[in-house]
């Protein structure tokens, strides 16, 4: 691996919650040596003048949705591999959401060849919790663990049998697994496409209360208590919810909880005039859900901030909204959306890459997330403050079911780096 010098950089280290200007070096693939101002001498290698940009650790994006296997023509390994160096996204983790589901160690085995072929960034994949993700048999946690799985979830198959998903969180907290749950009761939530409440009713479409994230949370953390597992929960994304999760951290239980940019940047009345764009899972919120939430990621209450990256075909999302396919592309939109928070003062870039690298790769026990000494060379090297509008269609996604179509947005990346290895660069697109 070549050596190489970047210099003339805002720095933002998630872990000492700092911004300043200095430089690093690469060896081998991970950081050699972090300088600040511009004490380096010159390298062997090459030399990038980063030009008063940010330079940050890469983004460890939790619960990425791809094709493979079953529906590679939403996305591929490939394409999604992409749009996730186009995006400054060293490292995603798989959903089991698959066709079939990640539900045994050989589809698994395939996954992370597959992976290791055609795709440049990190690609960790998540198991199923339960076979077929049906909620009636646990998958064989032990033997995926031992195949790579870094977690185990049934996305939003929630499993409605409590002695059963007990038995899973029991087994998984046995073995040191991570369970991830979608915390929707999922009675209250079928069949909805919104937010209950005067939008709802104004466009006469199905809604569902804030209650029923409450509920499903209330129940998942009475159960980790029971048992004690380690348990993220995948988006909070209501007000209702977040007094539950303050209890269960500060009772001790071994609790995070993530949310996607979706849920931090947009709230229902964003869905307008039926736009299924818009129509993600669980719905979007209200405004003051929204302003909780931010304010939730900002005082740490809310660890990990993720994509939630799920893409759709045509065909599933130009129908009536009540019949549309929940879910959006975000992984090359993650950055740009999340510095809407930024530039509104909301969050400053060091919270921001702590829920979005540093947090994700603890919790994960993953290596990245880190600007450090000995840390992988796994870096994103963006412009906060160019701006553009955001056209679909130059997407890498396979799928171009974004909400931010004709956007106007700030942050470009301009390059990404994976174990020191440049993997895209703004210039070659």
């Given at each position: 691996?070549?050596?190489?010098?970047?210099?003339n950089a805002?720095?933002?280290?998630?872990?000492?919650?700092?911004?300043?200007?200095?430089?690093?070096?690469?060896?081998?693939g991970?950081?050699?040596?972090?300088?600040?101002?511009l004490?380096?001498?010159?390298?062997?290698?090459?030399?990038?003048?980063?030009?008063?940009?940010?330079?940050?650790?890469?983004?460890?994006?939790?619960?990425?949705?791809?094709?493979?296997p079953?529906?590679?023509?939403?996305?591929?390994?490939?394409?999604?591999?992409?749009?996730?160096?186009?995006?400054g996204?060293?490292?995603?983790?798989?959903?089991?959401?698959t066709?079939p589901a990640?539900?045994?160690p050989?589809?698994?085995?395939?996954v992370?060849?597959?992976?290791?072929?055609?795709?440049?960034?990190?690609?960790?994949?998540m198991?199923?919790?339960?076979?077929?993700?049906?909620?009636?048999?646990?998958?064989?946690?032990?033997?995926?663990?031992?195949?790579?799985?870094?977690?185990?979830?049934?996305?939003?198959?929630?499993?409605?049998?409590?002695?059963?998903?007990?038995?899973c969180?029991?087994?998984?907290?046995?073995?040191?697994?991570?369970v991830?749950?979608?915390?929707?009761?999922?009675?209250?939530?079928?069949?909805?496409?919104?937010?209950?409440?005067?939008?709802?009713?104004?466009?006469?479409?199905?809604?569902?209360?804030?209650?029923?994230?409450?509920?499903?949370?209330?129940?998942?953390?009475?159960?980790v208590?029971?048992t004690?597992?380690?348990?993220?929960?995948?988006q909070?994304t209501?007000?209702?919810?977040?007094?539950?999760?303050?209890?269960?951290k500060?009772?001790?239980?071994?609790?995070?909880?993530?949310?996607?940019?979706?849920?931090l940047?947009?709230?229902e009345?964003?869905?307008?005039d039926?736009?299924?764009?818009?129509?993600?899972?669980?719905?979007?919120?209200?405004?003051?859900?929204?302003?909780?939430?931010?304010?939730?990621?900002?005082?740490?209450?809310?660890?990990?901030?993720?994509?939630?990256?799920t893409?759709?075909?045509?065909?599933?999302?130009?129908?009536?909204?009540?019949?549309?396919?929940?879910?959006?592309?975000?992984?090359?939109?993650?950055?740009?959306a999340?510095?809407?928070?930024?530039?509104?003062?909301?969050?400053?870039?060091?919270g921001?890459?702590?829920?979005?690298?540093?947090?994700?790769?603890?919790?994960l026990?993953?290596?990245?997330?880190?600007?450090?000494?000995?840390?992988?060379?796994?870096?994103?090297?963006?412009?906060?403050?160019?701006?553009f509008?955001?056209?679909?269609?130059?997407?890498?996604?396979?799928?171009?079911?974004?909400?931010?179509?004709?956007?106007?947005?700030?942050?470009?990346?301009?390059?990404?780096?994976?174990?020191?290895?440049?993997?895209?660069?703004k210039?070659?697109t």
């Open positions: 691996m070549t050596d190489l010098l970047l210099c805002r720095l933002i280290d998630p872990e000492a919650q700092t911004e300043v200007l200095g430089g690093l070096r690469i060896k081998n991970v950081i050699a040596e972090v300088f600040p101002g004490e380096a001498t010159a390298t062997e290698g090459k030399t990038i003048d980063c030009d008063g940009m940010v330079l940050a650790p890469g983004i460890v994006d939790i619960g990425v949705k791809i094709g493979e079953g529906e590679r023509h939403k996305e591929s390994f490939r394409s999604a591999g992409l749009a996730a160096a186009a995006g996204v060293t490292t995603m983790v798989m959903r089991a959401d066709q990640i539900d045994t050989e589809t698994l085995a395939f992370l060849n597959r992976a290791r072929e055609v795709t440049r960034v990190h690609v960790y994949p198991a199923a919790l339960t076979k077929g993700r049906r909620g009636g048999e646990m998958t064989e946690i032990g033997f995926l663990l031992d195949a790579g799985a870094v977690a185990f979830s049934d996305g939003d198959a929630v499993c409605i049998n409590p002695k059963i998903l007990s038995r969180l029991t087994y998984a907290n046995a073995l040191g697994g991570l991830i749950g979608h915390v929707q009761d999922p009675g209250l939530s079928e069949g909805a496409a919104v937010t209950s409440g005067k939008f709802a009713s104004k466009q006469g479409l199905p809604g569902v209360s804030a209650m029923a994230e409450r509920m499903g949370l209330e129940r998942d953390l009475a159960l208590e029971l004690g597992a380690r348990y993220h929960a995948d909070i209501t007000a209702a919810a977040l007094p539950a999760l303050a209890r269960a500060k009772a001790g239980l071994d609790i995070t909880a993530g949310v996607s940019i979706h849920h940047t947009l709230n009345l964003d869905v307008g039926y736009r299924t764009f818009f129509k993600v899972k669980p719905p979007l919120r209200s405004e003051e859900d929204r302003l909780a939430v931010v304010e939730a990621v900002a005082s740490g209450l809310i660890d990990i901030v993720c994509s939630m990256h893409p759709q075909d045509e065909e599933s999302k130009r129908l009536p909204f009540e019949e549309a396919a929940s879910g959006a592309v975000a992984l090359e939109t993650f950055l740009p999340a510095m809407r928070l930024v530039h509104a003062g909301m969050l400053d870039l060091p921001l890459f702590r829920a979005i690298a540093l947090n994700p790769a603890r919790r026990d993953l290596p990245g997330g880190r600007l450090a000494t000995g840390a992988p060379a796994d870096l994103v090297l963006f412009d906060p403050d160019a701006p509008v955001l056209d679909r269609f130059a997407l890498h996604s396979k799928s171009k079911n974004t909400p931010f179509d004709g956007a106007r947005m700030q942050g470009r990346v301009m390059r990404t780096f994976v174990g020191g290895e440049q993997v895209f660069a210039d070659d």
